[in-house]
């Protein structure tokens, strides 16, 4: 399963990306938090040593990355781009992963468990996210001694993991229910069924773009394939939802709707300065615009990859250098300004 | 003194126009308010004479107009091109006024007081204005019995005006001074020094597109060239200090001030719907861009002209029919994307 750009996923309009995240502990060690440096290294030897075990010389598809290696930045451009969790940048001191960039996988070691199994797939696919993340905990396990209760199911660092570890999560772009007030009604309907709705970065993360993560909260009790189907539910209904309020807005809002759009086209195409969040926002108009066939500036998927372009890690990767937010926030400006303009400056003395 | 697009006064990147106006009343008959439709009809009929009977038939540039047979649309046309007052309009069964184009003179009849002889000049042109409103106010008072008292000098409806009966207006576009807070003090060491400051149409009307229309409070007691001189010190320091302020942004804030007026060029490209007040907030914004060379979008005159055409009855009768406030917003904004753009429909589906 490739993620490249011309592989969307399915509802790719609506749907940005599904994840699968596994947690698994290894008896024999204290969970990461009360790991010292040599413990938690012995830790990160052992997962490698079962990781170039996998059959079929799978293994060598893993780079292996040590944080305390890496650059503030470079870390912060893999939390932005979600190979990796900010919770594992807290730990940076003892913590690495191995990553198979092909397949969207990475295994996190000493995160707040010992692993955390990662797939990553873009649109609405969970089966594929669900089957790669399954595969792997499964080479895992052979070589690794889990730890596991037989009421408990698989032991966690903290006790919201407990059962099967797993948490599947979609990312979900809902611009027309936000600007419709109904976003509240789905957190809270959402909530009742047992599923979280977070930011951009999980937990604690500010709501940027009109951007939605739903999760699964509940770990214990239920088979994977029951929290898969559950979430799958709730998104096909989110989905349904989404799709009838940016008709709704088309067919009787429409004045105001497409000056929105067009407003948000005006600013970023002439902008000097944009910060993050309300780059985002205007993003996110441009996505809805594009969706619903009023604009053709940009491609959704150019919008997508120009959301992920101008975060601030990865704007400076971009540009070659370290910035403060002043700078980013011109930089940003001008990044998108050369993207939807096509790199021209319309009616500008420089 | 003609008002050609070309001759648009001194300082006009700051001083939109000068006005001066002249209140007078005729012996014999009562105050406006108090006259009915035959003692109104009468009094126009007299100044009418008393025009007609001007030196070297100056008399035949003007052209005549009774309120009442103008539709409601013609009406509020001239008095968003301030050639009439609210005031006029108020009193439209009973009022009528005189008009000579190309000088930009115009005789009202039955406004608050019987004559209200005024000239409209573009830029800082005070000395042009008084002189064309006070010969104007000499070849009435030849024909025309004015109501005069050794003590208080020209009787006037309202006591605000008695004596000279002259005011004095400057129309200024001060956006530097708003945007660096400084409008406030501005105001109130004006009136200080005996001068109030109006929105667009006068008293009550509100402040848009940064423009502040400056004017003496005090006709009494002091001669005209007095009014005139004290008015033009005023408006020079205010010159200065908008002129400082500017550089002041340009040198201090430069960022932020780009930033802010290509977003609004951005907006006026796109928007597909303005209100009158946020269209006049952001042409304001280009005509600071342009005068500081930041932009060369439009010229001062062609925003100048664009200012004029977007407000509600101008634009009306530019579009050739009546519309309800929705339908201007769409007009308004179509007009000014027209005109920014050069007709052009950029990155559009439509």
Redesign the interface.
Known sequence: MSTSLTDIGPHHDIVISTRVRIARNVEGYSFPHKLNDDTSFALMKDVQTAVKAFPEHQGDDYSFVRLKQLESLERQVYVEEHVISPALLANAGRSGFFYNQTKGTSIMVNEEDHIRIQNMQQGFQLEAAWNEADQVDNMLGKKLPYAFDDTFGYLTACPTNLGTGTRVSIMLHLPALTLMGHIDGFIQAAGQLGFAVRGLFGEGSEYMGNLYQVSNQITLGLEEHEIISRLEDVVVQVIQKERLARRNLFDNKK??L??RI??S?????????LTWKEAMQYLSDLKLGTSL?????CTLEELRTLMELIQPAKLQQHCGKLMDE?ERD?QR?ELIRCKINGGGTQ???E
């Open positions: 004045i105001g497409e000056d067009f407003r086209l005006g600013i970023l195409s002439y902008a000097r300065s066939g009023l604009i053709s500036t002043t011109r400006a009616h500008v003395n």
